[in-house]
């Protein structure tokens, strides 16, 4: 349409409406007895409860890291995000 060309859509939470906003957050994961923290993940926050939202590339690089981390065996991990 006419008019729309330079407008921003605002995305909405689908849990709570508030407004979504691109940032880096920090996930943390309990596996079993393990703990794996994946810091740095790019994800979109809900300015009003905090939910993070990530698009489907990012959910699989994290599925990766996480079954690399399981193959590991330690107890307690921490790892930066690095997209591939």
């Given amino acids: 349409m006419a008019g729309e060309e330079g407008k921003k859509t605002t995305k909405k939470c689908p849990l ?9 957050t920090n996930l943390p994961f309990l596996m079993g007895e393990r703990i794996a923290v994946i810091k740095n993940v790019p994800a979109e926050i809900c300015s009003d409860c905090g939910e993070a939202y ?3 590339s990012v959910v699989d690089r ?13 107890e ?5 995000y690095e997209a591939a």
């Fill in 54 to 56: 990530m698009k489907s």
């Fill in 16 to 24: 709570c409406g508030g407004t979504l906003t691109d940032s880096i």
């Fill in 62 to 74: 994290i599925e990766n890291l996480l079954d690399r981390l399981e193959e590991l065996g330690s």
């Fill in 76 to 80: 307690v991990s921490i790892v930066h």
